[in-house]
């Protein structure tokens, strides 16, 4: 198994575009979950879903920032429109009835 | 409320044993989980335990769980130069991981 897939890996846009960040969650998971890290405050979870539906958003800073899992393979975590301190590396996380979460590759993400 | 707390930096000279402390306040975790970070790369799980245990080991893995205390530490045997890194404590409530601070071990030849 490729593991948890992230991409871009690194994205670097100015104050007011779009991001669309994406996730492939480990084959057969039922369970994924968005991370964000910052020196600052370490790693928050903003959202999780659980069979594609969001259960827990209140991590979510603003409402620039929105998720969707339109499948059971796919994820995305969108920030319109990007602000400076929104610089981060995010992660995705996925896992099967929650024993075990594993984490992808992380986007690191500079918003100029 | 939520809190888990670790202290930040731990130096051990190369084959002594590492001990990583992590207090946590939420008595309802289900399982509580410690994670290695490389520089510039994702999280990945070193080992959990389920919170009705008070130790499990594997391999130079052990890991102590004080319930009553809500304290939890992981022991690294024998610790090598590949064992520098951050190393993340985390405690689950329904799927949510709240995640320590992180150690940041430091190996010394």
């Known amino acids: 198994d490729a593991g948890v897939i992230q991409s871009p890996r690194h994205e670097v846009t100015e104050m007011g575009q779009e991001v669309t960040l994406r996730c492939k969650p480990i084959?057969?998971?039922?369970?994924l979950f968005w991370y964000r890290q910052t020196m600052m405050r370490g790693l928050e979870l903003l959202i999780y879903?659980?069979?594609?539906?969001?259960?827990?958003d209140s991590g979510m800073p603003e409402d620039r920032f929105s998720a969707k899992m339109p499948n059971a393979s796919f994820s995305t975590l969108k920030i319109q429109p990007s602000e400076p301190r929104d610089s981060a590396v995010y992660f995705c996380?996925?896992?099967?009835?929650?024993?075990?979460?594993?984490f992808g590759p992380g986007t690191r993400l500079t918003v100029l | 409320g939520e809190d888990v707390e670790q202290s930040l930096f731990l130096s051990v000279r190369e084959g002594d044993s590492s001990v990583i402390n992590c207090t946590y306040t939420?008595?309802?975790?289900?399982?509580l989980y410690w994670y290695k970070q490389e520089p510039g790369a994702g999280l990945q799980l070193l080992t959990y335990?389920?919170?009705?245990?008070d130790m499990k080991q594997d391999q130079r893995l052990t890991v102590l769980l004080n319930k009553k205390d809500k304290h939890l530490s992981l022991r690294i045997a024998d610790t090598q130069t590949g064992d520098s890194a951050i190393y993340f404590c985390?405690?689950?409530?329904?799927?949510?991981?709240?995640f320590g601070t992180g150690t940041r071990l430091t190996i010394i030849p």
């Open positions: 996380a996925s896992t099967l009835w929650g024993a075990e979460q594993f």
């Open positions: 084959s057969g998971h039922n369970s």
């Open positions: 879903f659980n069979n594609n539906v969001p259960i827990d």
């Open positions: 939420d008595s309802s975790s289900t399982y």
């Open positions: 335990i389920f919170s009705n245990m």
């Open positions: 985390a405690e689950s409530i329904n799927e949510k991981l709240t």
